[in-house]
């Protein structure tokens, strides 16, 4: 059972526009929600993160919106650059299932590509 | 500040082999967490160690264990090796002691089993 979902696994942007990446969740109890940005033979690093107290939180060219009615995160970069181009991996922590966890539940991964 | 360092960086095993992969996470950090990731299945959690003590489990059979050392270096091991264990395994370390840490990742294990 997939509790966090990314249904797109790919996606392509020009260079200078907006590239969405969308992750939707199952659980309610997860409250806390993050964005991994990962390059070929590379570990996944930390791009942004949103307390589910919030809907959106900005960081330079990188925005997550939050919307916790429709178990909705979004991820918004502006504007898209060629060094963009990568797997994003968004997660999501909290209580989960049977046992207590403050451990990550990632998605499956969408990869952007700019191009110029 | 040295990151994760994950070793070996790839291995080829064949179906039945047993395998053992190390991780050395930041100094400081105490909490090592392991993750598989596979095409189209993303990152799962394997499990999470805390103190040398197993904190939390995924859904992963008994085949997948680990442990930790006193100097919070980890090791994760998988018996009976089956193709399907083929993967990028990675691991992750953070602070434990806090809810909702940034995990700080390695760049992985790829395991190929033939």
């Known amino acids: 059972d997939q509790q966090v979902k990314q249904n797109s696994p790919s996606l392509s942007v020009q260079e200078g526009r907006i590239s969405i990446l969308n992750c939707d969740y199952t659980?309610?109890?997860?409250?806390?929600f993050l964005w991994y940005k990962k390059y070929p033979a590379e570990g996944p690093t930390f791009l942004i993160s949103?307390?589910?107290?919030?809907d959106k939180n900005e960081d330079g060219r990188f925005t997550v919106f939050l919307n916790k009615s429709a178990k909705h995160l979004s991820l918004h970069i502006v504007p898209s650059q060629p060094g963009d181009s990568a797997v994003y991996f968004c997660?999501?922590?909290?209580?989960?299932?049977?046992?207590?966890?403050?451990?990550?539940?990632f998605g499956t991964g969408t990869r952007l590509q700019v191009f110029p | 500040k040295a990151g994760v360092t994950q070793t070996p960086r790839y291995l080829i095993k064949t179906r039945g082999q047993q395998v053992t992969l190390s991780c050395s996470p930041i100094?400081?950090?105490?909490?090592v967490s392991w993750y598989q990731q596979t095409p189209g299945q993303g990152l799962q959690f394997l499990f999470e160690?805390?103190?040398?003590?197993?904190?939390n489990k995924g859904n992963f059979p008994g085949r997948f264990s680990g442990r930790q050392f006193s100097n919070s270096r980890s090791e994760m091991n998988v018996s009976t090796l089956e193709l399907g264990d083929s993967a990028l395994y990675l691991c992750?370390?953070?602070?434990?002691?806090?809810?909702?840490?940034?995990?700080?990742f390695g760049s992985g294990t790829q395991l190929s089993v033939l």
């Open positions: 997660a999501a922590s909290g209580f989960v299932g049977t046992y207590n966890t403050d451990k990550l539940i």
């Open positions: 100094s400081g950090h105490r909490s």
């Open positions: 160690y805390f103190s040398e003590t197993q904190r």
């Open positions: 949103i307390s589910s107290i919030k």
């Open positions: 659980n309610s109890m997860f409250d806390y």
């Open positions: 992750a370390s953070s602070l434990g002691t806090q809810t909702n840490e940034k995990l700080f």
